[in-house]
Nanobody
Framework: QVQLVESGGGLVQPGGSLRLSCAAS????????MGWYRQPPGKQRELVAT???????NYADSVKGRFTISRDNAKNTEYLQMNSLKPEDTAVYYC???????????????WGQGTQVTVSS
């Protein structure tokens, strides 16, 4: 059983910072790409950032220069450092991971339960 558990969300004022964490646990052989997505109120889920197992990153234009994705492969954990937060960053943030449960198995995508980030004065 694989679980992804996010933490670090909350309420922050515009211009503030938050750091999200996502820890993967359970029967995991290898994790490939990890990512963060978000779903603003009344809108569809959208990509925020991804990071490959060798550290290559990709960001949505709306967060470039403000958010930084990173990972600790030894801990099966990824992070999202969010700086200069804006009200439009308000959303439920989800982490995901493409991983193999055992060698030679299919690569499946697993999702966390989501964490609320609210940017408001």
């Amino acid at each position: 059983q694989v679980q992804l558990v996010e933490s670090g969300g909350g309420l922050v004022q515009p211009g503030g910072s938050l750091r999200l964490s996502c820890a993967a646990s359970g029967s995991i052989f290898r994790i490939y790409t990890m990512g963060w997505y978000r779903q603003p109120p009344g809108k569809q889920r959208e990509l925020v950032a991804t990071i490959t197992s060798d550290g290559r990153t990709n960001y949505a234009d709306s967060v470039k220069g403000r958010f930084t994705i990173s990972r600790d492969n030894a801990k099966n954990t990824e992070y999202l450092q969010m700086n200069s937060l804006k009200p439009e960053d308000t959303a439920v943030y989800y982490c995901n991971a493409d991983l193999e449960v055992r060698w030679g198995d299919y690569v499946n995508t697993y999702w966390g339960q989501g964490t609320q980030v609210t940017v408001s004065s």
